[in-house]
């Protein structure tokens, strides 16, 4: 598919990168006052790397876990790569300047400690780059003996999960694209314009809940006649009418600008090889 996105520039890229690396950070520091225990080598299972978790955004509220890939298919997490010298030393020294100024927003505290790193002495930045070598050195081993646990059907599972996400990014990315482009919008089905329509002449009771109102609602739906229906039938046909011209027309202005991605491919010549998905030939067998 063919997507027109808005290129970043370099600068504001790299702020971005940091600031994600900065919510790593914090999210460890909010979720642990204490270091990870060290590895085990003695242990059979997959280990976890002596670095902070990367867990949530940076605000004052409470971090909230998602589950990996990995843990969706019922596996460990995979082992975290260190953070790099640079991130070490934000770490350390996030508290010491959050304490200093309690008011201080998160964008300051970056440029403040990009700055500070900028004139950091060389035996601090020598020290953090023995540990980073260090943790490198265990993850490196730790993600080796992980990968080889992996069974060939868990690989595969994992995949697909990845291609999930990416295929759920790129339809998010199109509805943001059609919204932006003003796609007319498709009007209201018949019942739909009745329940709204119910809203305002039987609202929902103080005591009933939302669920129970929309229950009792479509019942009464069901329970009409054709005629009863047929009002509410009338503004839907007539609607969808002038929705059919308006998107014949938009589409036919997209496809000269290029945009065929956001066009129905029944309206195309050649439309676009659906994506193939691959089944899981392993666990089928």
Do not use: C
């Not at 299972?45 to 909230?64: D, E, F, K, Q, Y």
């Not at 008011?103 to 020290?127: C, F, G, P, Y």
Request: no cysteine.
């Amino acid at each position: 598919m063919i997507y027109t996105t808005t290129l970043l520039s370099a600068r504001g890229s790299l702020f971005g990168s940091l600031m994600s690396k900065v919510r790593q950070v914090v999210a460890k520091e909010q979720a642990s006052g204490s270091a990870p225990p060290p590895p085990n080598d003695t242990d059979n299972r997959p280990l976890t790397p002596n670095r902070p978790l990367a867990a949530a955004g940076i605000s004052h509220s409470p971090a909230v876990q998602s589950k990996t890939l990995e843990e969706q298919v019922g596996l460990p997490p995979r082992p975290k790569k260190p953070l790099t010298p640079y991130f070490r030393f934000m770490r350390e020294q996030r508290p010491k300047l959050v304490a200093a100024n309690p008011k201080i927003t998160t964008i300051e505290v970056v440029r403040q400690l990009s700055k500070s790193w900028s004139d950091a002495d060389a035996k601090l930045k020598d020290r953090l780059q023995a540990e980073y070598k260090k943790d490198q050195e265990i993850y490196i081993d730790q993600r080796t003996k992980y990968d080889a646990r992996l069974t060939d059907d868990q690989r595969a599972e994992i995949k697909q999960l990845k291609q999930d996400l990416v295929d759920a990014k790129e339809r998010r990315q199109l509805r943001k694209r059609v919204k932006e482009l003003g796609r007319p919008k498709k009007p209201a089905s018949a019942f739909l314009r009745f329940i709204a329509s119910e809203r305002t002449n039987s609202p929902q009771d103080p005591k009933q809940t939302y669920r129970d109102w929309h229950q009792k609602t479509t019942a009464k739906w069901s329970r009409f006649t054709d005629s009863e229906k047929e009002s509410y039938m009338q503004e839907s046909r007539k609607e969808l009418e002038i929705y059919r011209k308006a998107i014949s027309v938009w589409e036919e202005k997209m496809i000269r600008l290029g945009h065929i991605d956001v066009v129905r491919h029944g309206n195309l010549i050649d439309p676009p090889e659906p994506k193939s998905r691959k089944s899981h030939v392993a666990k089928e067998k």
